[in-house]
């Protein structure tokens, strides 16, 4: 079976490494010349755990190619995934799929024989349909089945998941589409993945309810978080005692800056609207839009509080700029509306990422970037704990307390225990938990901290 794969993005690569590590041959097509160099030469654009090792035995053992040459690889196909970029579209909150549709129609025009086209990209209900419009317009005369199979991988464990997903669903109308998936993930069925097989509009429904309803998750644990700090309750008790009812479990329930990253608001974003348009409104999707918005808007506020009241001439040090750990991507990251909040209300910063530290240079201007935590923490009024990186849960306090200007850490991913600060001389304001104030400075023990409901 010969694949090609539309994109070598997050979700591109990852895809075409895998198919081709089930032993298939697979051509992975990307517009951007940079990208498609790097690949060929064995050098991977993301950082992504595992992918690298991947990638490269399967292109030397030839099984995986890069190329910009859509029209061969495509006429060369029996299955061609799209797996380009869904943004939200400029001013709305629908998804563009400007790409989609462009990448169909050059599919249409390059496809020969009888070839399934398979959105892998997470699409809005409908979309397949107008794809296969788009195909039959271009291509009259053209053999095709159009599919749906969304990705559910994770950035950060990107590989492992879709290697051994939970499950995996494919969205088809015909049983010719439907055999060719089903061939195309033998090698996950053989090992008892369950493969969910529905209706287009079922499957592009799926993945954006799930996203939904993550996402959901994290905006009701930060409201929640916010009246435990308010009412005197720890917020990391409460989720334990919620989480372990096995009816809930513990994952995605935990406090934070607000979601980010490339999928979760734009996801949340789009299903709105997609219920909006079809009159029929999801509004608990609007509320935790909303919620998420204003907590991200509301982090410079908790730093500026943290650090005095003001934050003219103050030095902050974000430790983490990736919207979440194990990545590399900053798309729609807490960091990327903070930095310049920080910025415009007078602050010098400083930042540490041990693996975006290139993406961030290229969003933002007069960050100095530092080699580690403690040379950012250098002299800083306060330091922002923004990604839940491993590197960090280790960091010692007393020697980054060391050398600061006020002792002050606001650790946005509730990283450390109250008994790895105290002692430290950190001020130590966390989220949905009382603040620590060392002795010499506190007023009691510990003290609430003020900062309102976000
Ligand atoms: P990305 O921006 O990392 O990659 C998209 C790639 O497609 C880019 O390299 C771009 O140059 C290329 N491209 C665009 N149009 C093209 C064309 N016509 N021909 C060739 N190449 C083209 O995007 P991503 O993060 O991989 O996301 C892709 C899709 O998968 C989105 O719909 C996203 O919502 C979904 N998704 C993403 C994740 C994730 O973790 N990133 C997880 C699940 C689903």
Not at 195 to 214: D, G, P, Q, R
Not at 253 to 279: E, I, V
Not at 282 to 303: F, M, P, Q, S
Not at 423 to 446: E, K, L, M, N, Q
Request: some cysteine; proline content about 4%.
């Amino acid at each position: 079976m010969k694949i090609t794969v539309i994109g070598a993005g997050y979700v591109g690569l990852v895809s075409a490494a895998c198919f081709s590590d089930f032993g298939y041959e697979v051509t992975c097509v990307d517009r951007d010349a940079r990208r498609v160099a790097m690949l060929e030469n064995g050098k991977t654009p993301i950082y992504e755990q595992g992918l690298e090792p991947i990638l490269n035995s399967n292109r030397q053992a030839g099984r995986l190619s890069f190329t910009e040459d859509l029209k061969s690889a495509v006429a060369a196909a029996d299955i061609v995934l799209i797996a380009v970029g869904t943004p939200t579209r400029e001013g709305e909150d629908a998804a563009d799929l400007s790409y989609v549709f462009a990448a169909g129609e050059e599919i249409a025009r390059a496809m020969q024989g009888f070839t399934v086209i398979v959105t892998k990209s997470t699409v809005p209900v409908g979309t397949a349909a107008r794809l296969r419009e788009i195909i039959s317009k271009a291509r009259p005369d053209g053999d095709f089945e159009v599919a749906s199979n969304p990705e559910f991988m994770r950035e950060g464990s990107a590989v492992e998941d879709f290697l051994r997903p939970d499950r995996v669903v494919i969205g088809v109308g015909s049983e010719r589409a439907e055999a060719a998936l089903r061939q195309l993930y033998r090698p996950l069925a053989a090992k008892n993945v369950p493969i969910v097989a529905t209706s287009c509009e079922a499957a592009e429904i799926i993945k954006y309810a799930a996203n939904t309803f993550l996402a959901t998750r994290i905006a009701f644990v930060n409201q929640l978080a916010d009246l435990c700090e308010k009412v005197g309750a720890d917020i990391q008790d409460v989720v334990r005692g919620m989480g372990l009812d096995k009816r809930i479990g513990l994952q995605f329930l935990n406090p934070g800056p607000g979601f980010g990253g490339s999928c979760f608001p734009k996801d949340t974003r789009a299903l709105a609207h997609t219920a909006r348009q079809h009159g029929r409104p999801i509004t608990i999707v609007e509320t935790v839009i909303a919620a998420n918005e204003g907590r991200k808007r509301a982090l410079a506020d908790r730093i500026q509080e943290a650090v005095g009241g003001t934050l003219a001439g103050k030095k902050v040090a974000l430790l983490g700029i990736a919207f979440k750990a194990e990545t590399d991507d900053i798309r729609d990251a807490a960091a990327l509306s903070l930095v310049p909040e920080l910025q415009r209300r007078g602050a010098a910063l400083a930042a540490f990422d041990p693996v975006a530290m290139d993406n961030g240079r290229q969003s933002f201007e007069s960050v100095q970037w530092c080699a580690d935590a403690y040379s950012a923490a250098i002299g800083a009024d306060a330091v922002v704990v923004l990604t839940e990186w491993n590197v960090f849960r280790g960091l010692d306090l007393r020697r980054l307390a060391k050398d600061m200007r006020q002792p002050v850490m606001v650790d946005f991913r509730n990283l450390f225990a109250f008994a790895d600060v105290q002692g430290s001389g950190i001020t130590y304001h966390s989220i949905g938990r009382a603040s620590i104030v060392p002795p010499d400075t506190r007023r009691a023990d510990i003290l609430p901290f003020k900062s309102g409901a976000v």
